[in-house]
């Protein structure tokens, strides 16, 4: 095994020590929370969480359920579904849009949340089939490109993994190192991963509770991720991803 020993100092918390003056130390503007929209971008609502009738199931009950699902049937996601499972992963508790760090629904490292969700919609009532980016400061959608062939796409890029490609929606997290680095230079990295345990725990929690399920992917091909959403793969690369969909009633 060579090069483990790169991976373990990433998992260890000397980055603390190590970590000199930070930009935000250095009096650097926050750098901002959301993504900006792409010119001419089309938005779209989702249904507020104040209005939501779905989720209303025991903790204890989702949690004994909880498992990696990796078997959908072919039922589209409703879009109360979608907007209630993007508002459980990254939605807001509190919003500041002046510069002020944004609260959400999962925890993250000084509230630095340095995640952009992207949505490969396959089968949701309403939504044309293509890629979507989630506001969440505006709990909407954002269109980024029609295609029928998200599917196959987004398998080929989970090198293979077929079951991808039957789930009504692919969740996909990409990161923007440099929000959670503004604050914590060297000790941000480890860091972001944790933090994006987070947000794939809350989707198994949420898709459980309205009879659906999800399976973490770890295994991607990563350029071929990064092209799917269309970043550069520096500033801003895929990290995680989720296919979600209705599942076999048990
Ligand atoms: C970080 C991470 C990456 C994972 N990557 C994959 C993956 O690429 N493909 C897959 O089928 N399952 C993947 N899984 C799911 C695990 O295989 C699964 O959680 C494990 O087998 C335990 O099963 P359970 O989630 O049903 O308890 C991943 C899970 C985690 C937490």
């Known amino acids: 095994m060579e090069n483990t020993h790169v991976g373990r100092e990433f998992l260890k918390a000397y980055g603390w020590s190590r970590r000199g003056t930070s930009d935000q130390q250095k009096g650097v503007p926050m750098p901002a929370i959301q ?12 249904v507020d969480p104040a209005e939501f009738k779905v989720g209303n199931v025991a903790v204890l009950d989702v949690i004994k359920k909880r498992q990696s699902r990796r078997r959908f049937t072919n039922e589209p996601l409703t879009l109360e579904e979608l907007s209630y499972l993007l508002w459980a992963t990254q939605g807001l508790r509190a919003a500041h849009r002046d510069g002020r760090p944004s609260f959400r629904t999962v925890p993250s490292a000084g509230a630095r949340h340095p995640f952009e969700t992207y949505v490969a919609v396959h089968r949701v009532e309403g939504l044309e089939p293509g890629l979507y980016r989630y506001l969440p400061l505006d709990h909407k959608l954002c269109l980024i490109y029609q295609s029928d062939s998200l599917p196959d796409v987004v398998t080929e890029a989970c090198i293979g993994q077929r079951f991808v490609a039957e789930a009504a929606a692919v969740f996909v997290w990409t990161v923007i190192p440099y929000r959670a680095e503004w604050r914590y230079a060297v000790a941000s990295h480890k860091h972001i991963a944790l933090d994006a345990g987070h947000v794939c725990q809350n989707l198994y929690i949420a898709a459980e509770s309205i009879g659906a399920g999800t399976c973490a992917i770890g295994a991607y091909d990563q350029d071929a991720m990064d092209r799917m959403v269309g970043v550069d793969g520096e500033d801003e690369f895929v990290i995680y991803a989720a296919p979600v969909g209705k599942v076999p009633k048990e």
């Open 35 to 46: 993504k900006a929209l792409p010119e001419n971008a089309q938005t779209l609502n989702l």
